[in-house]
């Protein structure tokens, strides 16, 4: 069974620069998430997707991040315009479904460094 | 707001050792806690889930305890080796749907 994959791995860009990542989740599952890890930290939710719906983006800063799950699929998180504090790793996790507590499965990982 | 510390943030022992990490948090009213193993470069991978109605729970060589009126989990590795070098995170679920880590305890097995 293929984990989640996401796309790509490494990504350096200047400040002010817009950047997407992309996360394709494990087949049949319905609860995606987009997760933020500053070095030496655990990771930290972004936001949420039941299907298609972002039932959680609380965390989200909405005034540079966006993010869509078309079809309630493949997902995608953009910043723009990115600023140097936001180099790190994003995460995309998915699960079969969240209102159960189950067991969370994660990609690789985009590492974004903003210069 | 719930805040998730483990202790030590790094640890580097012999091989063949036994060891234990440790996570604490500071609500109770949680849904299950999980241990996390992540490799350098690479994405989480799930050791151990505990419910919040179980003590522990056993996987080969790991047994995680949880204690959730003291709000404590240990994660016990036995007969430590050098691929069990790698970064362990703990993590609880606030109401079947949001996971909060802890920073993580970076560990180093020597050969």
């Known amino acids: 069974e293929a984990g989640v994959v996401q796309s790509p791995r490494y990504k350096i860009i200047e400040k002010k620069q817009p950047v997407a990542f992309w996360c394709n989740p494990i087949?049949?599952?319905?609860?995606l998430y987009w997760y933020l890890q500053n070095l030496g930290q655990g990771p930290e939710l972004l936001i949420r997707?039941?299907?298609?719906?972002?039932?959680?983006d609380s965390q989200l800063p909405k005034d540079r991040f966006s993010a869509e799950r078309l079809k309630g699929v493949d997902s995608t998180l953009k910043i723009q315009p990115a600023e140097l504090g936001d180099s790190a790793v994003y995460l995309c996790?998915?699960?079969?479904?969240?209102?159960?507590?189950?067991?969370?499965?994660f990609g690789p990982g985009t590492r974004l460094t903003v210069l | 707001k719930q805040e998730v510390t483990q202790i030590p943030a790094a640890l580097s022992v012999p091989e063949g050792e036994n060891l234990v990490l440790n996570c604490s948090f500071t609500?109770?009213?949680?849904?299950?806690l999980q241990w996390f193993r992540q490799d350098p470069g690479k994405g989480l991978t799930s050791l151990l889930l505990?419910?919040?109605?179980?003590r522990e729970q056993t996987s080969g060589r790991l047994n995680a305890s949880l204690d959730k009126s003291s709000g404590r989990s240990t994660l016990y590795i036995a007969a430590s080796q050098p691929g069990d070098s790698a970064t362990y995170l703990c993590?609880?679920?606030?109401?079947?749907?949001?996971?909060?880590f802890g920073q993580g305890t970076r560990l180093t097995i020597n050969p």
């Open positions: 996790a998915s699960s079969l479904a969240a209102s159960r507590g189950d067991t969370q499965y």
């Open positions: 087949s049949g599952h319905n609860t």
């Open positions: 997707y039941e299907n298609e719906e972002a039932v959680d």
């Open positions: 609500d109770s009213a949680i849904y299950n």
């Open positions: 505990i419910q919040s109605s179980q």
């Open positions: 993590a609880v679920m606030q109401g079947a749907q949001k996971l909060v």
